[in-house]
């Protein structure tokens, strides 16, 4: 057993407890910042003359070969550690002597494993930045190709106003973009640094602080060492944002599996993107979507999980704070994957943009603008809205479209119709006069997307 403490013990830790207690198992990938925090924080000790240069330079040489052979896989992190940290300096210690031992000075567990954790998450969130931009890009290239496939838009399950592919894709589009802002937030608010807060009440030695967060990329200390060592709000917060974004691929996850069923057949997703049945050979499966949307359930359990581990824990540092580390790293991973494999599936898929239109112009989407025809006649828009309402019912009992009836049939129930009622209600007529800003109006979806364009080149 490695430990980084004993002295004050007269017998060994049971070793059920030493095993329950130890975390080396999945904080050793914090391995490489809790190298960067302890480079930083001796370089700190030698300026502050806490340490001499030689010693500096000796435990910086060594903390680097550390790292440099667990990458290359000479030196092997073993269960014999309790933690990353007591490997790190047991073998540090193992390589240079005593230098080794000054290693911790003016330095506690809790803000070293503090620091890590912080460090290791704003460096996790720039790469589920780079994840959420794929698919932003993705996105923004499928609207640009899609911008007059015309589709039912839904309210209730049921169709409702016809639009266009890229007009609906666009609403993820502004969904991951937030997801993407909240995430860039969440980096900001995290920008101090709680190394040298100690145990919990700071130190006696002179450490400078600021300099240490400089040296690590923080905008400076954090200001008080109890919250310092026990602030876990940035994980809470960190869950929460991954949950959302989990949210928002499962909202579209089930889309693509109602748009791949035999009923709408919208969409074929690609072959690599799908899997078979044992039994029945006819079957090409959504596997990523259902899957993408049962893990959104796993990382909602991630976030709860923690966040009532948190709920009851007095000030300042408790062992309860260990169990942040497997609920955010299972998150954290999972996101990421599915946000890869998303963004693959997405752009390798087809959409059959035929039976798209034909199941907008068989839902009566553009019922609503047959009313809108009559109220720009002069009828009364309840009156209006009464006569569309027989002419569906009548289409339902010929089973047709709006589009299919005779202007002969039209007039029974309205004098007001002309000629022009077909191209009134016609698809792209109804979706082109939709011309404000965030409407799926040709005119007003190439705005938006100028828009996204400079949107992605800024991020």
């Excluded at 502050?48 to 435990?59: P, Y």
């Excluded at 912080?118 to 932003?136: C, H, M, N, P």
């Excluded at 047959?370 to 309402?389: E, Q, W």
């Amino acid at each position: 057993m490695a430990q980084l403490w004993g002295g004050r013990f007269t017998k060994k830790t049971d070793q059920m407890v030493y095993d329950f207690n130890a975390s080396i198992e999945f904080d050793q990938r914090l391995l490489s910042v809790d190298i960067k925090g302890s480079i930083a924080h001796v370089t700190m000790l030698a300026k502050q003359g806490i340490l001499t240069n030689e010693e500096k330079n000796l435990i910086i040489e060594g903390l680097k070969g550390i790292e440099k052979e667990v990458e290359a896989g000479t030196l092997l992190i073993t269960k014999e550690y309790e933690d990353v940290h007591s490997f790190v300096e047991a073998n540090l210690i193992d390589r240079i002597g005593d230098p080794g031992k000054k290693l911790h000075t003016g330095r506690s567990r809790n803000d070293q494993v503090a620091v890590d954790m912080k460090l290791f998450t704003r460096e996790s969130i720039k790469g589920i930045q780079a994840a959420v931009k794929k698919l932003l890009l993705v996105l923004n290239q499928t609207m640009k190709e899609n911008l007059e496939t015309y589709m039912p838009g839904f309210t209730h399950l049921q169709k409702a106003q016809p639009v266009t592919l890229a007009h609906h894709l666009g609403a993820y589009f502004e969904m991951f973009k937030r997801d993407y802002e909240r995430l860039e937030d969440l980096h900001k608010r995290m920008g101090t640094c709680p190394l040298g807060s100690g145990a919990l009440a700071g130190t006696t030695y002179p450490l400078d602080r600021d300099y240490t967060a400089k040296l690590l990329g923080f905008d400076g200390p954090t200001l008080n060492s109890m919250d310092g060592v026990s602030d876990r709000d940035y994980l809470i917060e960190l869950l929460s944002d991954l949950s959302i974004i989990m949210m928002h691929l499962s909202r579209f996850s089930e889309e693509v599996i109602i748009w791949n069923s035999n009923e709408y057949k919208f969409v074929e997703i690609d072959d690599a993107y799908s899997t078979g049945s044992s039994i029945m050979p006819q079957k090409k499966n959504p596997d990523i979507a259902e899957l993408v949307r049962g893990k959104t359930g796993r990382v909602y359990g991630s976030l709860m999980g923690f966040i009532t581990t948190m709920k009851s824990i007095p000030l300042a540092y408790n062992k309860d704070m260990q169990e942040d580390k497997e609920p955010v790293f299972d998150a954290l991973d999972t996101v990421e994957a599915c946000l890869e494999l998303f963004a693959g599936m997405i752009e390798t898929m087809k959409f059959n943009k035929d039976r798209m239109k034909d199941s907008a112009m068989n839902g009566f989407t553009n019922a609503t603008d047959v009313a809108d025809y009559l109220v720009n006649k002069g009828v009364p828009f309840r009156d209006a809205h009464t006569i569309v309402g027989r002419l569906v019912l009548y289409c339902l009992d010929k089973n047709c479209s709006l589009l299919d009836l005779s202007l002969e049939e039209y007039q029974k129930e309205s004098s007001a119709f002309g000629e022009d009622i077909y191209e009134a209600i016609s698809l792209k007529t109804c979706v082109d006069k939709r011309v404000t800003i965030g409407a799926p109006g040709k005119d007003a979806m190439e705005k938006v997307l100028k828009i996204y364009d400079d949107y992605l080149t800024r991020i």
